[in-house]
């Protein structure tokens, strides 16, 4: 249960929050989905702000705080009083003198949910003009019955557009796809189906050869390049950060709406040059030794990193090493979803590390599954296994680092990035908050 004070808090800022997009009258793109709605809002403000001024929610304030505060431009008073008050009187300031004409035109507004009614909340004052669902999967499902009403509650983004809005919605996923049938506005669907509107194909990994310390040739991952197309017309699209078809549907929902918005393909190719994915979403990072990291740490779910181990599979490698950490908020689910993973590790990895105690299913499971158990290690935190991890690595590995938040598997990255000078401006959680838990 939320305290007085939280629940008082939420209520002004929602009041600022209204009085602003009553005032500014912004155009809003709402984005959710149980997996990659984050990548997906950071692809379409890539692709909005080439044309448009345009502002995206930072950090986590993806909730009943942090939207009201990303409306009205503003940070959080934190757990002071007087900063709170801070905040309040800015935004009067905002809502009186600021210009119009330097407010943002279009806000790109990721929407969380953890718990039922939380999106219902947000879209009853903001009402966007566009719904993005990215994917359905089982996180948090620690406060749902059931992944029905977690379908239920990310379906009010789409239900609840105004007239003129637009659902776009991701045809690869049942639960999403089914969403239409609900939505009464215009839809448009992105995948990598032949059905969908905004499609996907010709996906290949780019290189670069390198020679290691004995002069043989190893290949480094440089991204990856896809065909963009709609309506009959393809472009040539490369992501030179990102590997995955995870990123590559994040390019696909930028593409929908930029076409709503009107940008044609040329435009929205140019835009997504410069896309990257936030920090801990399947980002490459060179590792020392002549590795390469994929970096995945900013959180997990069953079904994020099933995709990413697919990603890792698709690698050309020497030898292919995951690290994965515990998946939290999975209630009941989560030894069924771990044990999920392990399946799907046993058929990708070469050497497996599981981190902490629920990770030990995926250890069991990918025992079951037929990888050799003496390639399998179990430690209890990220701290205890990043020194391993690094002894373990040679010249030519990739390796895939994912878990949940509470798994601080980031800890694993910088221990064995290149250069970990630059980790605050490549990995998650690098705040003095975040260092001190």
Not at 88 to 95: C, D, E, T
Not at 105 to 124: C, F, H, N, Q, S
Request: with cysteine.
């Amino acid at each position: 249960m939320k305290s007085k004070k939280i629940i008082y808090l939420e209520k002004i800022l929602k009041y600022f929050a209204v009085k602003a997009l009553r005032r500014f009258k912004p155009r809003i793109v709402g984005v959710t989905g149980s997996v990659g709605k984050s990548s997906a809002k950071e692809a379409i403000y890539t692709v909005l702000n080439s044309k448009y001024r345009v502002r995206k929610n930072e950090k986590n304030y993806n909730n009943e705080i942090g939207l009201p505060l990303t409306i009205l431009g503003l940070s959080g008073g934190g757990g002071s009083f007087l900063k709170w008050i801070g905040v309040f009187l800015r935004s009067i300031g905002i809502l009186f003198f600021s210009s119009k004409k330097r407010y943002p035109e279009i806000l790109v507004l990721e929407m969380g949910a953890d718990r039922p009614g939380d999106i219902k909340y947000l879209v009853d004052f903001i009402r966007p003009e566009v719904g993005v669902v990215t994917a359905i999967g089982i996180s948090h499902l620690e406060y749902f019955k059931d992944k029905k009403q977690i379908v239920r509650e990310k379906s009010y983004l789409v239900r609840f557009l105004n007239k003129e809005g637009l659902a776009v919605l991701n045809y690869d996923d049942e639960e999403a796809r089914k969403m239409a049938e609900a939505v009464k506005v215009k839809k448009m669907f992105y995948g990598f189906s032949e059905t969908a509107d905004v499609g996907a194909s010709d996906v290949f990994f780019g290189y670069e050869t390198l020679k290691d310390n004995q002069g043989l040739d190893i290949s480094k991952l440089r991204g990856i390049s896809f065909k963009l197309s709609f309506e009959g017309t393809t472009m040539p699209v490369r992501l030179t950060q990102s590997v995955g078809r995870p990123q590559i549907y994040s390019a696909l929902a930028a593409t929908a709406v930029g076409i709503h918005f009107g940008l044609n393909l040329v435009e929205i190719a140019g835009a997504l040059k410069d896309f990257q994915a936030p920090v801990g979403r399947l980002n490459i990072i060179d590792g020392i030794k002549n590795t390469m990291i994929i970096e995945d740490s900013y959180n997990a779910a069953p079904q994020s990193t099933l995709a990413a181990l697919e990603v890792l599979e698709k690698i050309q490698a020497r030898r292919k090493i995951v690290a994965l950490g515990n998946m939290l908020e999975l209630g009941e689910a989560a030894e069924a979803g771990h044990r999920e993973v392990g399946k799907k590790a046993a058929q990708v990895a070469n050497l497996l590390f599981a981190i902490g105690d629920k990770a030990k299913f995926i250890a069991d499971e990918a025992i079951r599954s037929g990888i050799d158990k003496n390639n399998v290690f179990c430690y209890d935190s990220s701290f205890e296994a990043k020194i391993p991890i690094q002894k373990a690595l040679k010249e030519g590995d990739v390796i895939l680092i994912k878990g949940s938040q509470g798994a601080r598997m980031e800890l694993i990255s910088q221990e064995i990035m290149r250069y970990p000078d630059q980790a605050e401006k490549l990995l998650p959680r690098q705040t003095a908050e975040w260092k001190r838990k």
